[in-house]
């Protein structure tokens, strides 16, 4: 799936945590945008039904909903304007939902899930991990994207001037990975640096499966 970057200024950040700004930053804005390629090349080009956990600013939302007939949109907090970025001829919905709410959405109904740089904020993966594989419908397919969680990138993320993210990145992929395997088959994996075993990659994107 082609990623539709939206213009800057059509976006509008969801919180004060909200990473909006380093994506158009001259250089580290390369390495945030390609993150989203990456999970997007993981993105099946079937299906009707697609759910994004965590919007954010909406950064994806002209990219899925230009691949999916039907979208919905979920987030504990919703930015403003989302409906404008939503590409013609999609029905979309928006909804403040939380994804360890095991009713925050339609159990089996999803054919993909796409679920980027979200759940390493989660402190129970495996709830986390439930609740996404029960909103799939058979034969669905989840999306999911997370970064290394240790020190050496609390350190890089102090250097782009976000201090404290451990107190933000709980859970580390190994985790998440662990607790993701127990509900669904892997099916794919995309790394940054490219190839980098998970010990040593900066950002992964993994798809899974319930097939």
């Not at 079937?46 to 007939?69: D, K, M, N, Y």
């Not at 013609?88 to 919905?93: I, L, Q």
């Not at 796409?114 to 397919?141: F, K, M, Q």
Request: include cysteine.
């Amino acid at each position: 799936m082609k990623f539709r970057v939206p213009l800057s200024d059509a976006l509008v950040p969801n919180s004060e945590f909200d990473p909006l700004p380093y994506y158009y930053r001259p250089v580290i804005g390369r390495i945030y945008r390609h993150r989203l390629r990456m999970g997007l090349r993981l993105v099946p080009d079937r299906g009707r039904r697609v759910l994004e956990i965590g919007v954010g600013s909406g950064i994806l939302v002209p990219s899925l909903t230009a691949g999916f007939p039907e979208y919905v949109g979920t987030d504990l907090l919703l930015a403003r304007g989302l409906e404008s970025l939503v590409t013609p001829g999609c029905r979309a919905t928006f909804q403040v939902a939380d994804l360890l709410d095991p009713n925050a959405v339609p159990a089996g109904s999803f054919d993909v899930v796409v679920c980027l740089s979200v759940l390493e904020h989660i402190a129970d993966p495996e709830a986390a991990a439930r609740c996404l594989a029960r909103a799939l419908a058979p034969g669905g397919t989840l999306v999911a994207g997370y970064p290394m969680v240790n020190r050496f990138m609390a350190a890089c993320f102090r250097m782009l001037g976000f201090g404290r993210i451990e107190e933000h990145h709980v859970t580390a992929p190994a985790q998440i990975t662990a607790a993701l395997g127990r509900r669904l088959w892997r099916v794919g994996r995309i790394s940054l640096p490219m190839f980098a075993p998970q010990s040593l990659s900066l950002y992964e994107c993994t798809s899974w499966t319930n097939r």
